[in-house]
C-alpha cells in the first residue's frame, strides 16, 4: 500500500496562491491517475484535478484557469499550484492515487481562503 504525504496547505487571502505538494512512497507511474480531491464542511469530497500515466489532466471546472496539477517522476511527487484563490477553495485537500477502482488516500491538508 503506498503513502501519500501531502504538504503545503495554510491560509491565504483571496486572490492569493499557495502550492501543495504530495509525496509518493511508490513510483507513481504505477498508477492509473494521481491528483487532489477536496472536502468543505457539509460537502461532498470532489475531484479537483487528476493527472494520468500519459499525462493527460482533467480539472473541475470551478477551477480551471486557476489551478495546474504537475507531477514529478524522479521525485514521485505531485503538486498542485493553486493562483487567484476564492474562498469557496476552503477545504481539506487529499492527495490520492488510483489503481482501476481502488484509491490511496493521504491524510489531507488544511486550505483556508480569507481576509
Known amino acids: 500500500q503506498v503513502q501519500l504525504v501531502e504538504s503545503g496547505g495554510g491560509l491565504v487571502q483571496p486572490g492569493g496562491s499557495l502550492r501543495l505538494s504530495c509525496a509518493a512512497s511508490?513510483?507513481?507511474?504505477?498508477?492509473?491517475?494521481v491528483g487532489w480531491y477536496r472536502q468543505a464542511p457539509g460537502n461532498q469530497r470532489e475531484l479537483v484535478a487528476s493527472i494520468n500515466v500519459g499525462g493527460n489532466t482533467n480539472y473541475a471546472d470551478s477551477v480551471k484557469g486557476r489551478f495546474t496539477i504537475s507531477r514529478d517522476g524522479a521525485a514521485n511527487t505531485v503538486a498542485l499550484q493553486m493562483n487567484t484563490m476564492k474562498p469557496e477553495d476552503t477545504a481539506i485537500y487529499y492527495c490520492?492515487?488510483?489503481?482501476?477502482?481502488?484509491?490511496?488516500w493521504g491524510q489531507g491538508t488544511q486550505v483556508t481562503v480569507s481576509s
Open positions: 490520492y492515487a488510483r489503481t482501476l477502482r481502488h484509491y490511496d
Open positions: 511508490t513510483n507513481i507511474f504505477m498508477f492509473n491517475d
